[in-house]
């Protein structure tokens, strides 16, 4: 796999594959992704690793609401279960 994430730019395979990863979010090109990639390489471990984690909670947590569809971290959002609505 990692011979499929080579560049002629000669970054590291884990970087080309975050500039990869962060290229296919919507509004981020390539030199973005890699503007972002350059910036998390420089930042503390504990604050990549944060990201890291908010990430990966938010996609296990967040939803849509079985209602209305708007987000939520249960089946149905606070204001569809407020029984005064």
């Known amino acids: 796999?990692?011979?499929?994430?080579?560049?002629?730019?000669?970054?590291?395979?884990?970087?080309t594959r975050l500039v990869?990863?962060?290229s296919r979010l919507p509004g981020i090109g390539e030199k973005t992704?890699?503007?972002l990639a350059f910036n998390l390489l420089n930042r503390p471990?504990?604050?990549v690793i944060?990201?890291?984690e908010?990430?990966?909670?938010?996609?296990?947590?967040?939803?849509?609401?079985?209602e209305c569809f708007g987000l939520s971290d249960h089946p149905r959002c606070q204001i569809c279960e407020d029984?005064?609505?």
Not at 54 to 64: A, F, I, P, Y
Request: hydrophobic fraction near 40%; include cysteine; charge should be positive.
């Open 50 to 52: 944060a990201l890291a």
């Open 54 to 66: 908010s990430l990966l909670e938010m996609k296990e947590r967040v939803g849509l609401c079985a």
């Open 83 to 85: 029984p005064a609505r």
């Open 1 to 15: 796999m990692a011979e499929n994430l080579k560049r002629q730019d000669g970054l590291p395979p884990a970087m």
């Open 45 to 47: 471990r504990d604050q």
């Open 33 to 35: 992704a890699s503007r």
């Open 20 to 22: 990869k990863e962060l």
